[in-house]
């Protein structure tokens, strides 16, 4: 199932690197919100990813976030990090990141999307053309839902 599979899996958005993305033609990258650069519903970013965010700045490299989540959610996190966003994308539809892409200017094949989740982000990012970069979630989520998406992604990625 090649299209769930994503290109590179990491343990946290930090560990891409500017050398990383030039050695696979990335110029831009799509960031999920949610348990990939916070944890669910916490306004307030991971440190690490902040100085993360700060050094990708420094290098030029365009981050743009894609969210399921509302306008009320997404828009205050993006004015906290200084970055373009698009809510309410409903990935894996890949309307969202069309959006994006047209606001970056840039072919899908050049965009990396990077997300926590495989039957959103990585889905989404494969139909739409991108480069996929799954993280490992920043928490754990205690809902049931939750809990057995997790587990399906497991087998999906081969872990069990």
Known sequence: ??????????????DITKEMLD????EAIILDVDNTLTTHNNPVPDKDVLLWLEVMKAEKVRMVLVSNNNEKRVLPFAREL??????????PLTRGFNRTAKMLRLPPAS????????????????????FTI?????????SLFFRLKRKFEQLVIGKE
Do not use: H
């Open 1 to 14: 199932m090649p299209i769930f599979k994503p290109k590179i899996m990491l343990r946290r958005v930090s």
């Open 134 to 142: 799954l993280v490992e979630p920043m928490q754990a989520e205690d």
């Open 23 to 26: 050695a696979n033609g990335i």
């Open 111 to 130: 965009i990396a999307v990077v997300g926590d989740q495989i039957f959103t982000d990585v889905l989404g990012g494969n139909l739409f053309g991108a």
């Open 82 to 91: 200084g970055l373009p966003y698009t809510a309410m994308a409903m990935k």
